[in-house]
């Protein structure tokens, strides 16, 4: 699947500026649709579903700790953003009777205090969806959600063996910030240039994944 055809039509949504009725589905690579939305405090039980169907491994990669749990505080935290300076979306597939929907992954960033044009960013994707297409389809309208509130630079803190999400923001052009790296973390900022200038996170995601799969052939 090219990255490229799951954009079929990304030129014509708006990019999420806080409305909290924005929707856009998007086709994954099998033909799912997903319906990308901002995240509310009404999701908190259904985030708390998909946080305990984690691996314990994708737990420790999102959180950067081992045994990372759903406290009632971090639940909060997750679900109560104000879409302006904490931004979250949401992917989720919707049932055939369209009664119900499952949240198959989130993306979402702060902005940083004292530096109003960078913010810290993170993803999550169910691990029954993986490598599917889910995170691009969310960092794509997260770098426009980013970008049209000013955001210049989108800073992730990862763990050093995080190989997957290096591998992304490496291909995707971003660069190791050593000054604010970690212990066993490192963190890496991508720059925001505007949509026409730069090419597509897209095109990037889909260098990562040749080179991954040239890593692996080898
Ligand atoms: C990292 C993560 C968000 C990727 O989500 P995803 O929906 O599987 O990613 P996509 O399907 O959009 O893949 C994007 C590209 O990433 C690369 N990629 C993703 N998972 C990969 C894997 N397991 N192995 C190799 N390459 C991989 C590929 O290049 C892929 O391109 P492709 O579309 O040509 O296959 C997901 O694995 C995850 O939630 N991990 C646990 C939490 C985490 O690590 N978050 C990041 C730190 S905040």
Redesign the pocket.
Known sequence: ?S?ASSESAPAIDPAFAGDPSWRVTREL?DGTHVVLRPVTPDDREELRRGFLALSPE?RY??FLHVGAIPTEELLSYLTSVDQRDHVAIGATIESPDLKTERGV?IARFVRLEGSAHTAEA????ADD????????VLLRELLRAARVRGIRTLR?E?LAD?D??R??LERAGAVKVLAESGEGTIAYDLAIGDEREKPSLFDV??G??ET?ALRFRR
């Open positions: 699947m990255l690579r994708s990669f999102r992954g993170a993803i999550t994707v969806m993986h490598r599917r297409g889910v995170a691009t992730a990862v995080n997957t999400m591998a992304i995601l889909r990562a994944a991954m």
